[in-house]
């Protein structure tokens, strides 16, 4: 199950989400709030990420680094370990990210990092393991903003106050929100 405005790309091999804003930033290319979810029973996960490099702000590499970069993985609604780019959010990588996830069958809910774009291109579990759908909400929340609905120092992908509300009342998230805007 995807979560999000837009799939820019999904294919066998890539998942890439988008937005409605166009600027100058590349803010549609960032997914804050996007979310993919399934059900397993292996207890390792491996995530083989994108750096893709298409927002292009450059604002403090520090404050971008240290904030807006961090995915998060969650397991049956506890946040089991993040994940972000070793490099500046601007640069084009490839990276590997190793899970460990208790025994039984359980819902992953990959959220995408804020800022940074990113796109999905390997998702891998225990070959003996199952892999299952996870329904999507069929109702929105759309929401619109500056930098703090967009996402700005928020500790991972999981931690947004939108992303928070939307899982409470089972919608899905849908974030208009543009960094800088000052709304």
């Excluded at 225990?126 to 909400?137: F, H, I, N």
């Amino acid at each position: 199950m995807s979560d999000y405005a837009t799939i820019a790309s999904q294919t066998a091999t890539e998942l890439r989400f988008s937005r409605p804003i166009t600027d100058a930033n590349g803010f549609q290319n960032s997914a804050p709030g996007a979310r993919v979810s399934f059900t397993t029973n292996s207890r390792n996960l491996r995530l083989t990420v994108r750096w893709n490099g298409l927002v292009t702000r450059n604002d403090s590499q520090g404050s971008v680094n240290t904030y807006y970069s961090v995915g998060a993985v969650v397991v049956d609604g506890t946040r089991i370990g993040t994940f972000r780019s070793s490099n500046t959010y601007d640069t084009v990588s490839t990276q590997q990210f190793e899970f460990t996830m208790a025994a039984g069958t359980k819902t992953v809910v990959i959220y995408w990092p804020y800022w940074t774009g990113m796109t999905l291109t390997g998702l891998e579990i225990e070959q003996t393991a199952t892999l299952g759908t996870v329904s999507r909400p069929t109702s929105k929340l759309a929401v619109c903003g500056d930098s703090i609905t967009h996402g700005a120092l928020a500790t991972s992908g999981d931690a947004l106050w939108a992303v928070t509300l939307a899982g409470l009342e089972n919608l899905q998230l849908v974030n208009f929100a543009n960094g800088g805007a000052v709304a």
